[in-house]
């Protein structure tokens, strides 16, 4: 069973930076491509980021030029730099691998 673990998660100024860290345990990672998407309250769940088993990435139009997804397929791993943040941010991030194994969750709040 693929188990995805988000962390990194937390209280962030407008402005400010934070780091989110997915962990997948499958032998089989770098194959696949991962996604990191968010839910804000109220709202409907949204692609964030995307990046294949080559390395091409693609983000949503409100995140460009400020998020950066990035993997290391030795480590297992997938992170989300996320830059000069705002505070339509706010949500809860989750990890997938593709559309099929989620993670639970980590929650971003930017506030100042």
């Known amino acids: 069973q693929v188990q995805i673990v988000e962390s990194g998660g937390g209280l962030a100024q407008p402005g400010g930076s934070l780091r989110l860290s997915c962990a997948v345990s499958i032998s089989t990672f770098s194959i696949y491509g991962m996604r990191w998407s968010r839910q804000a309250p109220g709202q409907l769940r949204e692609l964030v980021a995307r990046?294949?088993?080559?390395?091409?990435?693609n983000y949503a139009d409100s995140v460009k030029g400020r998020f950066t997804i990035s993997r290391d397929n030795a480590k297992r791993m997938v992170y989300l730099q996320m830059n000069s943040l705002k505070p339509e941010d706010t949500a809860v991030y989750y990890c997938?691998?593709?559309?099929?194994?989620w993670g639970k969750g980590t929650l971003v709040t930017v506030s100042s």
């Open positions: 997938s691998l593709e559309s099929e194994y």
């Open positions: 990046i294949d088993s080559r390395g091409n990435t």
